[in-house]
């Protein structure tokens, strides 16, 4: 409740903060909603034959492709998200991995970016593992999977808000993202 | 809730259509519903099939975060039918068979006005308090329920979600395309017209204020033209152009021609601005100017926001159990 209150507070343009609060309550009642969010220990429940040595390679590899296409971190977060939504309900094969990555990267610039990369792009990027065709596919799998849900609030999102609300002259807050 | 199977649609009649999309009125099968069907077609502006058009995905997203609500159109459900082997994705919404422009044509009166305002201020913060903006409220994104005479807001094909909070240093806050193209000009702000890439909720508030004024006029307040700096010059014909006292670095922005400023349209003071505005709309009370000129209010970050405007003393005298 105070958190509420004050993020509302302690905005410098209250005209422009006049919804935080409620904004805040939105997101935070998205992120409760269990289908929203990844399985906890899915890696061992779910998938037999990715390990999470290879997730990590995945994300590391997903974070190298945003910076590289200057992508706004939200297109990045949103991408992990659901590549681990997705897995904490299909069993996938260790040479689709990448190709689901790309797909969830596919939809999440797309919804996020003013200039999505074309699809051709994305298959050149993974060095053309997959056809073009196959992107595609996956790209209607994954959205068939998510029901459109495709905002979900991320780390990123809180933590915009929190390290606002901690900040109150903003002054030094570069560090923050670097620990995600 | 129904798939695709159970909708059946005449393509020759056709409800609406905009830019590429086209809506036509359909049946649920299931229920003998009526429906609207948007068709949305391939996203081929670079030349090549490139999967789900990324309008599509924001409109399912956002329509998904924001109804059912009273002010909100209802969405159904998406599917997806083949063409020419080409997956080709429809959206499903409540059939509404009046659109605000048509009911403005019909003239309404004042406390009409009042009442559909208000309601649309309504659903604005419903979008507002879900982080979306709109960015293209006209009389036409508007639509009339006349069974319940509700409007409820659709057309959300250009929405954007944004992020919060606001105000955060620069590098940290998401752009978006400077200008929205496709949107209806008449009620662009000028922020937009200007091309600015750092808009926000404010933005939609200018729309409303357009179409609040042409509620009350029963005609269009901006007439449309056809190059962003004419609308300008529109706009600032009638509220004067504006100063950096009144919005620090409007002359800055890439769209700020040098012809803007040769306009002579410098009108010096407040009351000879809400003079000119009140020759536009002499249908409206002192509340009601008052209310207006806080939607049309140059600086984006001093536009009053839906929340407050529905607080104004223009409702006072309105009944809030009959909406």
New interface residues.
């Given amino acids: 409740e105070d958190l509420k209150t004050e993020?509302g507070v302690s905005?410098?343009?209250s005209?422009?903060?006049?919804?935080?609060p409620?904004?805040?309550q939105?997101?935070h009642s998205?992120e409760m909603e269990v289908q929203n969010r990844p399985l906890s220990g899915y890696m061992e429940k779910v998938q037999n034959c990715i390990s999470e040595y290879m997730r990590e390679v995945l994300v590391d590899w997903l974070v190298e492709v945003a910076e590289e296409y200057k992508f706004?971190s939200?297109t990045l977060y949103l991408t992990i998200l659901h590549v681990d939504r997705y897995l904490s309900s299909y069993t996938i094969s260790k040479n689709k991995l990448q190709l689901l990555g790309v797909a969830c990267m596919?939809?999440a610039s797309?919804?996020?970016e003013?200039c999505?990369p074309?699809?051709?792009e994305f298959c050149y990027i993974t060095d053309n593992s997959y056809m073009i065709e196959e992107?595609?596919e996956m790209?209607?799998d994954v959205?068939k999977f998510l029901?459109?849900?495709?905002?979900t609030p991320t780390t990123k999102?809180f933590l915009?808000?929190f390290a606002?609300v901690a900040q109150e002259n903003?002054k030094s807050?570069d560090l923050r993202f670097e620990f995600l | 809730m129904f798939s695709g199977r159970e909708v059946e649609w005449d393509a020759s009649n056709r409800i609406w259509s905009w830019e590429k999309n086209i809506v036509y009125k359909g049946k649920c099968k299931d229920t003998g519903e009526d429906v609207a069907v948007k068709q949305i077609p391939y996203d081929s502006s670079?030349g090549?099939?490139?999967?789900?058009h990324?309008n599509l995905?924001?409109e399912?997203?956002?329509l998904?975060?924001l109804s059912p609500h009273q002010y909100i159109v209802q969405f159904h459900n998406?599917f997806?039918v083949n063409d020419n082997k080409r997956?080709l994705w429809n959206i499903v919404f409540e059939y509404l068979s009046c659109t605000l422009k048509q009911l403005i044509k019909q003239k309404l009166d004042p406390s009409n006005v009042k009442r559909l305002i208000y309601q649309i201020l309504s659903g604005v913060a419903h979008c507002?308090?879900?982080?979306v903006i709109h960015r293209n409220l006209n009389s036409e994104s508007i639509l009339f329920e006349e069974n319940s005479r509700r409007i409820k807001i659709a057309g959300f094909g250009l929405s954007r979600?944004c992020?919060?909070?606001?105000?955060?240093?620069e590098k940290?806050l998401?752009?978006?395309?400077p200008g929205v193209e496709a949107a209806d000009i008449s009620y662009q702000p000028p922020e937009f017209l200007l091309l600015s890439e750092n808009y926000?909720?404010?933005s939609d508030m200018w729309s409303v204020g357009c179409i609040f004024a042409e509620m009350a006029r029963g005609d269009v307040l901006f007439e449309a033209n056809s190059c962003s700096v004419s609308q300008l010059s529109e706009i600032f014909s009638v509220l004067g152009t504006p100063t950096e006292a009144d919005w620090a670095g409007v002359t800055s922005y890439i769209g700020w021609e040098e012809e803007l400023e040769a306009l002579d349209y410098n009108f010096t003071s407040k009351d000879l601005t809400l003079e000119a505005l009140k020759a536009k709309v002499p249908a409206l009370d002192v509340d009601g100017m008052d209310l207006l000129s806080q939607m049309l209010t140059y600086n984006p970050?001093?536009?009053i926001?839906a929340?407050?405007a529905l607080d104004h003393a223009y409702f006072k005298n309105l009944d809030k159990t009959e909406l």
């Avoid at chain 1, 029901?147 to 905002?151: D, G, R």
């Avoid at chain 2, 992020?163 to 240093?169: A, D, T």
């Fill in positions: 993020i905005s410098i343009d005209v422009k903060c006049a919804y935080s409620s904004m805040y939105h997101l998205l706004v939200d596919f939809i797309k919804y996020e003013i999505p074309c699809v051709e992107v595609l790209e209607k959205l029901n459109f849900e495709i905002y999102n915009r808000i606002r903003f807050s | 670079k090549k099939f490139e999967g789900i990324p995905i924001r399912v997203t956002i998904r975060r998406t997806c997956p507002h308090s879900h982080s979600s992020s919060i909070p606001f105000g955060v240093e940290f998401k752009s978006y395309s926000s909720l404010s970050s001093e536009r926001t929340k407050k």
